[in-house]
């Protein structure tokens, strides 16, 4: 019998549909039931392409005996995290305040009124490694619950009243200037691996948002030092085993600090930042691995994550069917020298792992390696034909493996994400057919994901919009997409939805003194509201939404929206010198603000010369119109005629206009920094 999640739209509630656990969703009748049968509730977390969520799905929630314990003492609530980020926050921010550490799974047990008392994350079926059963824990906890009730309560009151008392630090008092910037940057320095790339030990996560900041800050000051970092950075992550050599795209992390091995989901989210990255790289430096990978990121998020609606899948799994029919991690994409035999011959194996450091004792596990260019020398006396060939032998031979599964949920602000990157990445390299994909993705967010009055629906999936209310990473996500396919393609309905968006920041996200709360003042109550100004895989709501509300000040002048930014900007000056790599998104903002940004007006064709020079422009944060009627689709283009019929630029930044220019040359050199 499927249990009540069975009519979710989240394919990671859908897939415990089927266990024996009488599984809730988050949704007020769960709290009456526990409070009507007088046992607290069960509160587990995860998301689809989490590993650990599936062994302890498997090990626990799928066992008989322990279900029917559960079922008893406990009314169970599962929630997707990517769904439900907002509940996901703040019953995080508890199990570290308690524990000092999370992650997911995320177990937290609660009350009848949703405030916690006990905190895990995974456990085992059998007590291991310091760890108690699962099984133990639920005895425990409904031991304390039947017996200390009045000690249950005063923990819970307690931890309730903790978290309330923390107050955020948002640094209302002024904008980050050149200081502050400089310091992130000397921050950074200090953090950065220089033999391996990236910041930090292991685990090494794609620094994304860190590296829109070297670029916007090399661009703007000419500081050689951060576009080193950014892109050596970039070259260490192409070569090593976190970038698909065979099908492009990007894992997760990895778990050394070399890139070697990674843990092997691919989500949207970090795919679309890379793509972006890479892309900007390629504008600041030329460099031709930047364009690759660019482009293969590109194509991989619209052949495997694209949805039969337009808009793009979440995740998919790190695990996948081996051989023998085993669920393993890896699976899918890691190779032993007999297998690269068996499909290319002796000779071409040889070859192949060279190319790939594919070695006998392998780089993964049970002997077999992660394919990744570990040999620059190797690489260079490389036949490019005959290894473009062997590669697409590999790729062929893949797909007959059994595939990864797939999150098909479609969540709003990484839809946005991918959005930009698809409609610069098409715009930079002359691929209009990313340019529609972006476009339709787009479309689908405005028809499915926002209602009437423009507020945002977070998830959706099979064309079935989801229950749960946009957070604020939604806003600023998506209004940063629709603000790139606006500069790109030149409609103008794209800045107009994005200012719907934006005036909801104003409306329901701004609080006193510039700071920004990640749920609207009018969304569901939970035991604190929650705000983080800082990025974890994704850039933070509090600077998606300050970037997207600056840029759309640009490109029309509101000053409500450039105050709102200028507001939620305190936060940088107060956290980028002291935590550079957790803010990385909001130093980009920054270094937007302190060019400008610059407001570019090309009253011409779209596509054209002029138009495809502002477009690769570095200065940070410019914003650019173009369209050949002045003023019907962009504030930007009023009263800005074409001089003498011919195609004619204006650039404009802190009030002051350039001379118009008909000269791409002109155009280029205006829209470089010091760096340019």
């Known amino acids: 019998m499927p249990n009540r999640l069975a009519q979710a739209t989240s394919p ?35 998301y689809s392409a989490c590993h650990w969520c599936h062994v302890m799905a498997h090990e626990s929630f799928e066992d008989a005996g322990l279900a029917e314990y559960l079922n008893a003492h406990f009314v169970p609530v599962k929630v997707d995290r990517e769904e439900r980020p907002d509940v996901d926050a ?11 550490q999370g992650g997911w799974p995320m177990t937290v047990f609660l009350t009848a009124d949703a405030e916690p008392f006990y905190f895990g994350t995974y456990f085992p079926p059998e007590s291991r490694h310091g760890l108690p059963s699962f099984r133990q824990v639920l005895e425990g906890v409904a031991a304390a619950w039947t017996d200390r009730r009045d000690e249950v309560g005063e923990v819970a009151g307690r931890i309730v009243h903790d978290l309330s008392e923390r107050t955020l630090d948002h640094g209302g008092d002024g904008l980050p200037g050149e200081a502050e910037l400089a310091q992130a940057l000397l921050g950074l320095t200090r953090e950065y691996d220089e033999k391996h790339g990236g910041f930090g030990g292991a685990p090494k996560f794609p620094p994304s948002m860190a590296i829109e900041f070297l670029l916007r800050h090399h661009a703007r000051t000419g ?153 620059r020398d190797a690489e260079d006396a490389t036949d490019e034909g005959r290894a473009a060939d062997v590669r697409a032998r590999l790729l062929a031979a893949r797909e007959l493996r059994t595939r990864p599964g797939r999150d098909d949920k479609v969540v709003a602000a990484w839809n946005g994400l991918a959005i930009a990157a698809l409609a610069e990445t098409g715009a930079y390299f002359d691929r209009p057919d990313l340019i529609e994909r972006a476009t339709e993705a787009a479309d689908l967010l405005v028809r499915l994901h926002m209602g009437p009055v423009a507020r945002l629906v977070r998830t959706s999936k099979d064309g079935r919009a989801g229950a749960h209310a946009g957070v604020l990473e939604d806003y600023g ?32 996200f701004t609080g006193e003194g510039g700071q920004l709360y990640d749920t609207a003042d009018d969304a569901e109550q939970l035991i604190r509201r929650p705000q983080d100004p800082t990025d974890s895989a994704t850039p933070a709501g509090w600077t998606a939404a300050a970037g997207a509300l600056l840029s759309y000040a640009a490109y029309t002048g509101s000053e409500p929206h450039r105050t709102a930014a200028e507001g ?48 690769l422009g570095q200065a940070p944060g410019a914003v650019v119109a173009a369209g050949e009627t002045a003023g019907s689709e962009f504030p930007l283009l009023a009263e800005r005629p074409m001089l003498g019929g011919a195609p004619t630029a204006y650039v404009c930044r802190h009030f002051v206009c350039d001379a118009p220019t008909t000269d791409p040359e002109a155009l280029a050199q205006a829209l470089r920094g010091a760096g340019g």
Not at 305 to 332: C, I, Q
Not at 481 to 504: M, N, P, Q
């Open 12 to 46: 990671y509630l859908l897939q415990h549909a089927e266990n024996p656990v009488d599984w809730w969703p988050w949704e007020p009748e769960a709290f009456e039931e526990a409070r009507r049968r007088d046992v607290p509730v069960l509160l587990s977390v995860g």
């Open 90 to 100: 703040v019953y995080m921010e508890a199990v570290q305040a308690a524990t000092g």
């Open 223 to 375: 500081a050689d030092g951060a576009l080193q970092m950014a892109a050596d950075t970039c070259e260490a992550m192409a070569r090593g085993g976190i970038y698909d050599q065979l099908g492009g795209g990007f894992a997760r992390y990895a778990v050394d600090r070399e890139w070697v091995v990674p843990h092997f989901e691919k989500m949207l989210y970090d795919n679309a930042l890379l793509c972006r990255v890479y892309a900007h790289l390629w504008r600041s430096t030329g460099s031709e691995t930047a364009r690759r990978i660019a482009l293969e990121t590109a194509d991989f998020m619209v052949r495997e994550l694209r949805t039969a609606e337009g808009g793009f899948a979440s995740a998919l799994d790190a695990d996948s069917e081996d051989a023998d029919g085993k669920h393993v991690e890896g699976a899918y994409y890691v190779w032993t020298p007999a297998q690269l035999r068996e499909v290319l011959g002796e000779e071409d194996a040889v070859f192949a792992a060279e190319l790939f450091g594919v070695t006998e004792e392998g780089t993964f596990e049970e002997g077999s390696s992660v394919l990744q260019l570990p040999r």
């Open 477 to 508: 996500d998506v209004a940063e997409g629709f603000l790139a396919l606006a500069a790109v393609t030149g409609e103008g309905t794209w800045l107009e939805f994005a200012g719907f968006l934006t005036d909801i920041v104003l409306q329901h």
């Open 568 to 615: 939620a900007l305190g936060v940088v000056k107060a956290l980028g010198p002291r935590a550079p790599r957790f803010i990385g998104w909001g130093l980009a903002v920054a270094e937007a603000l302190l060019d400008g940004p610059r407001e570019v007006a090309v009253a011409g064709p779209v596509g054209g010369a002029l138009h495809r020079t502002a477009l």
